[in-house]
């Protein structure tokens, strides 16, 4: 991570779903590319992360029976979102407490989002039938999934 630069989202006054991607003064000596348009496209796509990430939780719960295919898409999108960022130069502080906040869920369900969507590498290897409870208590090995 020595290489990477802290990346911190804050929420904006005005709006409560409004986000600001800051950085430290040491970047903006460091760095010779034009931080504030990659600042800029960072709070966008967090953005963006973060409203369908709610939104496909929301459907979710309303469902009557959790599909963890959904959760996939959602672990998916934060290590699509964390991996992004990363190519730029990079790192989110308090990666687990930042996206708890803004999703509106627990730093834990964040881990296991994270971890099932790592441990499942493809939506296909994820069974709808077995019940998202499993998936998300790492009880489905890979292997058993698939079948």
Do not use: C, H
């Amino acid at each position: 991570m020595k290489d990477k630069f802290p990346l911190k989202i804050v929420l904006t006054d005005q709006q409560k779903n409004r986000f600001k991607a800051t950085t430290s003064i040491d970047v903006l000596n460091k760095m010779s590319k034009n931080i504030r348009r990659e600042l800029g496209y960072l709070e966008a796509d967090y953005s963006i992360l973060t409203r369908t990430a709610r939104d496909t939780i929301v459907v979710s719960s309303q469902r009557r029976k959790a599909d963890p295919r959904l959760y996939w898409l959602i672990g998916d999108n934060i290590l699509r979102f964390l991996e992004r960022i990363d190519d730029v130069g990079f790192y989110l502080l308090n990666q687990n407490s930042t996206l708890a906040r803004d999703l509106e869920v627990s730093e834990s369900s964040i881990k296991k989002l994270v971890s099932f969507r790592r441990r499942f590498p493809k939506l296909s290897l994820v069974n709808p039938a077995i019940p998202w409870a499993k998936y998300r208590d790492n009880r489905v090995p890979v292997s058993i999934a698939d079948k």
